[in-house]
């Protein structure tokens, strides 16, 4: 794996982010949101773990001490259940976002040779051509939207590793030289993140390698890569509250990694930079991930009680923005009609043990704003500046 160009000492700095005097490039615009803020009422009772204000006059609906004595663990315990069977059945009960909507056509992905830096721009232009094709499909299909993403993405500017326009479509975009590159960023997006969506996050894409362009320091490259390469769960949706989907996504992941490898500088410097949902795939996948650095952000839980649990060697970071709404998030976990809900332990505790970087006020889909803490922190965890990210 590659080696950062500083190390952190045994105690950090705890500057604010946010004093940086860094000059923040002009161009990119507004990242992916991955999970939407709630705004039913239900989802709101859910994402404050509280229940809802009693009327003026009416009697107070928190429970009352226990008179029989009831062990504090046992009502904890039930108390946790109670939560997350009010969580699935929130999500059981709302209208499951894009459940209704037929599948898309589109050609099958392109058989390609094995992925290296001799066989990048075969990849890229071979997946253009399918996603204007997929274009004309879904024209055809009478799905303008889709037909205008796919589209989109099919021009000549655009180098897609991969590209698979059926159903909520999947595609993995470059932007830089992969091949030459000394520090890699892959981001691993969240929920209602497809082609339909995939515009906000290129944007996300964008506002890191236009950051990191401007920051690297002369000679050396840096290349981001947009990784939709799994099915993400729909924010209102069973499967949001579940692994079961970063279960699936995990072994794709650990793949694709071995597959950057490969393509690039052996000893770049990579970096996974995994947002909402997608830090339960990073966690899923950390074991035998080779990756230097893993931040998770606007996390919900990695499905880990702990960083020493993701059994990783990389660095793992974690970063939650004073306005993200998912730090009411309950971080438990329990089993439910057979299936773990819940995602566990919050990476920004002190508990968890990662390495808690300043995000500033970032709200849960504003972690890659231009001239944000958190862009800045995160441009500086990719090019292995690990000495100039403050702590939070």
């Not at 721009?121 to 299909?141: G, K, S, W």
């Not at 069973?238 to 079961?244: A, E, L, N």
Request: one cysteine or more; glycine letters at 8%.
């Amino acid at each position: 794996m590659g080696h950062p160009r500083h190390t952190t000492p045994p105690h950090a700095p705890t500057d604010d982010a946010s004093c940086s005097t860094d000059t923040q490039p002009p161009t990119a615009t507004a990242p992916h949101e991955g999970h939407p803020h709630p705004t039913t009422r239900a989802a709101r009772a859910v994402r404050t773990g509280t229940k809802t204000r009693p009327k003026a006059g009416s009697p107070p609906t928190d429970p009352q001490p226990n008179s029989a004595g009831t062990h504090p663990a046992r009502r904890h315990r039930r108390a946790r259940r109670a939560l997350l069977a009010t969580l699935l059945t929130a999500a059981v009960a709302a209208p499951l976002s894009g459940a209704a909507r037929p599948q898309i056509p589109a050609p099958a992905p392109a058989a390609l040779p094995p992925l290296t830096a001799t066989t990048l721009q075969t990849a890229y232009a071979a997946n253009r051509a399918d996603a204007n094709r997929a274009a004309e499909m879904a024209a055809a299909h009478g799905d303008t939207h889709r037909a205008a993403a796919d589209r989109t993405l099919a021009a000549p500017s655009r180098h897609l590793l991969t590209f698979d326009g059926r159903g909520a479509g999947q595609a993995t975009e470059v932007l830089g030289d992969l091949a030459h590159a000394d520090d890699i960023a892959v981001l691993v997006p969240g929920s209602d993140t497809s082609l339909d969506t995939y515009a906000r996050f290129h944007k996300a894409a964008a506002a890191l390698y236009t950051d990191l362009t401007h920051r690297a320091p002369r000679g050396t490259r840096a290349a981001v890569v947009a990784w939709l390469g799994y099915e993400t769960p729909a924010t209102v949706s069973t499967t949001v509250t579940t692994t079961t989907r970063a279960e699936e996504a995990a072994p794709h992941l650990r793949a694709f990694v071995r597959e950057l490898r490969t393509a690039g500088k052996p000893q770049a410097h990579l970096t996974l930079i995994c947002h909402s949902y997608g830090t339960v795939v990073c966690g899923r996948a950390a074991h035998g991930l080779d990756a230097d650095d893993i931040a998770l952000i606007g996390s919900p839980g990695s499905g880990a009680d702990s960083a020493d649990a993701l059994h990783t060697r990389a660095r793992v970071w974690a970063a939650r923005g004073s306005e993200d709404w998912i730090a009411h998030v309950p971080h438990v976990s329990a089993t439910l009609f057979g299936t773990t809900v819940g995602f566990g332990a919050d990476p920004v505790s002190h508990a968890f043990g990662a390495r808690v970087f300043n995000a500033g006020n970032a709200n849960h889909s504003g972690y890659f704003t231009p001239g944000s803490a958190s862009l800045t922190n995160l441009a500086r965890i990719t090019l292995g500046d690990l000495l100039e990210v403050p702590r939070a």
